[in-house]
């Protein structure tokens, strides 16, 4: 039997569901996640949430039109031609995509992301950042995503959309 449930576009005023299932899902500090929703330009008109037939959130795509060096400083020092070269270019990052375990192994993360897809057109690539410890590396690399970059903390990936983005960024390790 499917699965039910609707995709909403996401406002400012889904900001404390974002807190809540981040701080849930990694761990992470409620004060410190609440800052990076304030200050790390979520893009909420290009998020999306999934809802269940009660209405309870069974997912979040958040967006955001941070930079790559606001993610990771260390690039500067690092790849400062790669990095300069991937600014050249439009992109939006893939902040956090979090679905509710139940939910797992659906169709529902693939909605998600194809929900937004014509919107996403209008950029070069999508930038996604994943912690080591994550699973979801061979997730994006079945997506088409590149390794471009990674530190300590992450492994950073880039998800060419443009034949710009394809034909011009040689990736480099």
Avoid: C
């Amino acid at each position: 039997m499917p699965i039910e449930y609707t995709l909403q576009r996401m406002t400012p005023a889904d900001a404390p569901t974002t807190v809540a299932w981040m701080t849930r899902q990694y761990g992470f500090d409620p004060k410190e996640v609440e800052e990076w929703v304030k200050h790390l330009h979520f893009n909420w008109s290009m998020s999306v949430k999934a809802l269940d037939v009660a209405g309870e959130v069974i997912g979040l795509l958040n967006m955001s039109d941070y930079r790559i060096e606001e993610e990771t400083e260390v690039i500067r020092s690092e790849q400062q031609e790669l990095l300069e070269r991937l600014n050249g270019l439009k992109y939006i990052a893939v902040f956090s995509f979090i679905v509710d375990e139940k939910y797992r192994g659906t169709s529902l993360n693939y909605d998600m992301i194809m929900s937004l897809w014509p919107d996403l057109q209008q950029y070069d690539f999508v930038f996604i950042p994943v912690m080591h410890h994550l699973k979801t590396h061979s997730y994006w690399k079945r997506w088409g995503a590149v390794e471009f970059f990674r530190d300590g903390m992450s492994v950073y990936y880039m998800l060419p959309l443009s034949t710009k983005a394809k034909r011009e960024v040689k990736i480099e390790k």
